[in-house]
């Protein structure tokens, strides 16, 4: 069975330390200590959460599933493209689109924006392990 400390958790959510304690201490979230006294979040438990989180944000209808909300750093602009980059938690996204789209939008640094994404092939690495996996 998977664990993960309180610490572990909030990076895997995007959250701080003291939001995952408010979690479980308010019952959203369980919780077990270990041997030392540290609380420990079950993997699949976290997963669910996590989903769950997910949707109450999402909101609306999509055929997309990857949606990741953050703020623009730097838009790059010439006379036909433009390339936006987005800090969205630990992540960057880089989107290549028409100049006309992103003065549409008004992306500039520090507006808030989601990248969705819908992709035919997606790799999926587990950190320490040589195995990776493909889908199409």
């Not at 664990?3 to 408010?22: H, K, M, N, P, Q």
């Amino acid at each position: 069975m998977t664990t993960f400390r309180i610490s572990e958790a909030a990076a895997l959510l995007g959250v701080s330390s003291d939001t995952v304690r408010r979690w479980v201490d308010a019952g959203r979230l369980t919780a077990e200590r270990d041997e030392h006294g540290h609380r420990q979040v079950n993997g699949a438990d976290l997963a669910a959460f996590a989903r769950a989180q997910v949707e109450t944000v999402e909101g609306g209808r999509s055929s997309a599933r990857n949606r990741f909300r953050g703020i623009v750093t730097e838009v790059i602009r010439d006379a036909v493209m433009a390339q936006v980059e987005i800090a969205a938690g630990p992540f960057r996204v880089v989107s290549l689109m028409s100049r006309q789209a992103a003065d549409e939008l008004g992306l500039e640094p520090g507006v808030v924006a989601v990248a969705v994404i819908k992709s035919t092939n997606v790799v999926v690495e587990i950190p320490g392990h040589e195995r990776v996996a493909s889908t199409l």
